[in-house]
DNA sequence: GGTGCTTCTCGAATCGATTCGATCGATTCG
DNA sequence: CGAATCGATCGAATCGATTCGAGAAGCACC
């Protein structure tokens, strides 16, 4: 295939295609744009010119430096894919985030926020960038991109400036678990935390915690419950993954004073600490009551029907979307805040 | 901030920044690239110019024009991320592409491989595309990425021209299963069987699924169930998820003459497959023997210790990022073939 | 028939960088 | 001491489209 290898060496340009056609480069632009009126007659000239040349269309590098706008929409988490993914409910806020994004017709390019090789978010090409606040190190990733001009939305951080902010009521999500827990008269709870910051450091809760936690969502959660509990204690995870609520959940659950009930941060944690229950011989609820947060399908939860928080994962994707381009108009979205809802299950 | 206001409204250009600077244009250029000589002193004149100005380095736009390369790998997925992320295996395999495309300085472009608005598809800047053969509709795609000159790599895809293939020993491995079953003198089987095509209608396994299987990785793993058992029912599920799994089990084992063992495609539709029969009161493996394929982590399987066959899914999306990285490059990598393990679980 | 529209088309400027070849000192070599 | 070499810098061309303003043609209305 001579011809494949000359047409993957040199692909036609709008130019040579507009020459064939026997109109000018700026009528066959318009040709393929739809931008501005063109005859029938011509566009379909143009169009037999760029089906006979194999012309696929105009170099989105050209176009998107000529408009401005590439029509890619940067996506900001964590450093392992496998991480982030591994919790529903980041996929379920990416999956609204691409609703959106498809619906404007615009493509979602992957950042991963790893320590060293920042230069993908310094050099991408990109529109706008959503970032996901579970990603605890993001105020780097944040300043190169004010530099760069960039339209920023954040999914659960700190607020910051010029950042618009999709928030989760984090704090009093939790603190209505809590609240549950109370008046069900559990008066010594522990908590299994999110980690707090990106050392992955699984652990004790430490008791300055406040200061130490750089996760916007594990703080808040925790707060939460201190509203309702002044004192607990408990664990930081690993993770968010149901092995890492299990380790946690062995190391509180199978010291001397066990508390009454675990509050976790998410879900998969919770279906760990279950687990863990289960191993040590604890019945769940009656020896030992937990709550997780998130609403993960059943499916994904081992079948259990928990006690949680149902956020609206996808629901805050969309938003997250909608407001990055509501950005990219120029329009000033409002901050927004989801509220996420209390479902009793069996496990309490 | 009128400052930061108007840094977006105009943000410097490249020109501006060596104006400043006081050298011409093209050493700014090699200034920031660092491609080619450049006194320290100039350099660092550039770079306090860019400082000043408030530049955040060359318009990644413009550069991908001039230099043919935006630094992009395109990742064509199934429709719904929710649902194309739901498995761990394809989780494992954009990791491993994300490992590659970073290594590489890459980033990875999403794009879904929807009917409707392929718009993405088509104009999207990017140099290379990893297809990923669960998505059964490659074939528009494949034109269109193959008439822009696309170099095209797809992973567990019939072969396709001009599409490097990376394998995966589907046959071979079901085969293997197989026989494992048969040599535990299992002579009634039955499938549980990825999706046919993109329809998502679950129901019995046709008789004809060699004819109406355009799923790549679901027809090799029938042929090699075929290849032991020449004659073999079973039920298509309606994705690779723990419910699908359930309700194929459901209607297997709750017939008549169920068989004594089950073939499951995914870890996860074995998973559903136990639940099902447990719902049966049905034992496992005493009453009928299950197996999976995949070799999730126990972690994603319920703990439950499955007898499949583990597949290398990381090494494959590392494999298939490399290659269309040598593509790129202009080399011409081979197609390359991944083998699957063994593993005896507990469940036959 | 002239005037005022609308519809279509074109030329030229522009987006912001990269890169090739040329230039110009300064240094080194024969 | 002339020539060759090297490092640093610059000017100009180029990447491939989009878009603006202007011009031409066609048409209707007074």
Redesign the interface.
């Known amino acids: 295939m001579t011809d ?1 290898a000359s ?2 060496a040199v ?1 036609p340009t709008l130019a040579a295609v507009a020459a064939r056609a026997g109109v000018s480069a700026s009528t066959a632009s318009l040709a393929f744009s739809g931008a501005g009126p063109v005859s029938v007659e011509t566009r379909e000239k143009v169009l037999a010119a760029a089906e006979a040349l ?1 012309y ?10 000529r408009r ?1 706008r ?3 929409l940067g996506v900001v988490i964590e450093d ?3 991480e982030a ?2 919790d529903p409910m980041n ?2 806020m ?2 609204g985030i ?1 609703d959106e994004a ?1 619906a404007a ?8 926020d ?1 320590a060293g ?1 920042r ?2 978010i ?4 990109m529109d706008a960038v959503i970032l996901v606040g579970c990603s605890t190190r993001l105020d780097d990733s944040v300043a ?1 991109l004010r ?3 960039m339209p920023m939305v954040a999914v659960e951080a700190d607020a910051m400036d ?1 950042v618009l902010g999709i928030d989760l009521d984090n704090r009093a999500a939790s603190a209505t678990l809590a609240r549950h827990l109370r008046e069900l008269g559990h008066d010594r709870v522990a908590v299994v935390s999110l980690p707090l910051d990106d050392s992955g450091e699984p652990g004790r809760l430490p008791g300055d915690w406040r200061l130490r936690a750089r996760s916007h969502t594990a703080r808040e959660r925790l707060e939460g419950v201190a509203d309702v509990y002044p004192a607990f204690g408990g664990r930081v995870a690993e993770g968010s ?3 890492a609520g299990r380790e946690a959940g062995m190391a509180i659950l199978g010291e001397a004073d066990a508390p009454t009930a675990v509050i976790a941060q998410s879900d998969l944690l919770a279906v760990g600490v279950i ?1 863990a229950a289960e191993e040590l011989g604890l019945r769940v609820p009656e020896d030992v009551a937990v709550v997780g947060f998130d609403g993960i399908r059943r ?1 994904d939860a ?2 259990i029907d928990l006690t949680t928080m149902v956020q609206p994962a996808v629901a805050k994707g969309r938003a997250a979307g909608r407001a990055a381009f509501s950005l990219l108009d120029g329009d000033e979205p409002a901050r927004q805040l989801f509220t996420s809802e209390f479902r009793r299950g069996a496990t309490t």
């Open positions: 494949d047409a993957r692909r194999g696929a269309g105009p170099d989105p590098r050209a176009a998107s430096l401005g590439s029509g890619v392992r894919l496998r993914f591994r996929i379920a990416l999956d691409a498809g017709g615009a493509a979602l390019l992957l950042l991963t790893a090789g230069t993908d310094a050099s991408a090409s190169i530099q760069r001009g010029g993954t149901i092995e687990r499916d081992n079948g």
